[in-house]
């Protein structure tokens, strides 16, 4: 790792003085979170690093793992139901996954391409949760666009995974989820840079676009649904 000085100077000249500040604060939360809670999240994985197929990849963002702080601020300003299911699409090492089960979720459901960032979240919240029993968790390996949404989930988080084409066949699959099984969900999208599929899908309406950490991000609600009908 470099010195702290030399990389900063570095950084002031390449990038100037603001993105220089996100990567410190970053920095500093990731290592703080692995300090106190003995996981290992902190370090990014640039693309091409990833493990992989190339045609995914080419729609793939990065591993960052999402900040305590402004994902906690997010959490508390989507007023979720009680009974929470949660689903981390491209959940990498598993950060916001121990993040949010520390806000009373049934369910962490972590759905992630790359089988090396599998095994590290299957750890990770190993060791966070190892004295939770009554918090269950599931890491799912394989393509986000293909992936099936079970009829329970109903808090889906995004931290910029992937590019719009990925996000369609993703919000297809959710349509289906919702039409077999009626029910209110929370799409909450952590520092958007993604969100024309978002803001174009019939079925989601934008209920807040908070600030936090100096970055937007969005709180979306599905437009309407039948709550089922209890006929037994
Ligand atoms: C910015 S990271 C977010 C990590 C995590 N959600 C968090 O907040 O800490 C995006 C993740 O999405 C994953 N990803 C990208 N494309 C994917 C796809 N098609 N299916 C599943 N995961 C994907 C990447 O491997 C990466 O780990």
């Known amino acids: 790792m470099k010195n702290p000085i030399t990389w900063g100077y570095a950084s002031l000249r390449e990038r100037g003085l603001t993105r220089t500040l996100s990567s410190a604060v970053s920095f500093i939360d990731n290592w703080w979170f692995d300090l106190r809670y003995g996981t290992d999240t902190a370090a990014v994985v640039q693309t091409p690093l990833l493990d992989i197929p190339a045609q995914v990849k080419a729609l793939a963002h990065e591993y960052r793992a999402s900040k305590a702080a402004p994902m906690r601020k997010l959490l508390e300003a989507a007023e979720l139901p009680e009974n929470k299911v949660f689903l981390d699409m491209g959940c990498g090492k598993g950060k916001a996954l121990m993040i ?13 391409y790359s089988p090396t960032l599998c095994e590290r979240a299957r750890d ?78 019939p079925f989601l309406e934008l209920k807040a676009a908070p600030v936090f950490g100096g970055c937007e991000h969005l709180i979306f609600i599905n437009r309407c649904y039948l709550p089922r009908v209890n006929t037994a």
Do not use: H, M, T
Request: net charge negative; aromatic share 14%.
């Open 100 to 112: 949010a089960a520390d806000y009373g979720c049934q369910k962490l459901i972590g759905v992630e």
């Open 124 to 201: 990770n919240l190993q060791a966070r949760l190892k004295n939770r029993p009554e918090v269950a968790f599931e890491v799912v390996q394989g393509d986000a666009a293909e992936y099936e949404f079970r009829d329970d989930e109903n808090v889906i988080y995004f931290y910029n995974p992937f590019a719009a084409p990925i996000a369609r066949s993703v919000l297809r699959s959710l349509e289906r989820s919702l039409q077999r099984v009626p029910r209110q969900v929370w799409l909450l999208y952590y520092v958007c840079e993604f969100r024309e599929s978002f803001d174009e899908c």
